[in-house]
């Protein structure tokens, strides 16, 4: 029995040989201890692949930081042109403001209470109060000064009258009224500040 069975296991080892013509001698060998360079050259492009793959992923984080960055900026820069598109506008306004000002300050209360003069003294300041009430809709807002501590951010001191009347630094003459702009000096005030007697 054992002479029938050679013959066969000879022809079949043969078909095998035959089907394993062509693959490297490497992947052939029975020696499980044997040679282990593809195994380390698996491993190290491997570990190639995974310092490929974490560059990638901070490429990845770095872009996307700076796209959110250059959106904030655009948002920004939106808001701020919206805010502060009239400013060059309402700044060529504030004259007219200035001339309504000083022609309401030089009526004389003898005008105010004549009656042919009454009409034009309360027409004049109908329209600086329209005029407040238009700066006040677009954002414009007039700064506070007189009695104020002096602010170099808002005002603009002019001239040091001497005084008493008033701890020194305090702003005691107004000669040109100053404005903002949403939260920006539009124009400053110029002012006269208290100092001490010498």
Known sequence: MTDNKKPHDEAANE???AELKGVPEEFLSDDPDGDDEPADDISAALEELRRDLDEAKQEVLYAKADTQ???RRAEKDIQDARNYAATGFARDVLSVWDNLSRAVDAIP???REDEKMKGLVVGIEATQRELEKVFKQNGIERIA???MPLDPNQHQA???IPTDEKEPGTVIQEMQSGWMIKN???RPAMVGVAKKPD
Do not use: I, Q, T, Y
């Open 15 to 17: 078909d095998v040989k």
């Open 69 to 71: 960055n250059v959106r």
């Open 109 to 111: 209360e003898s005008l």
């Open 145 to 147: 000064a007189m009695d």
């Open 158 to 160: 002019m001239m040091e």
């Open 184 to 186: 920006r000096l539009l």
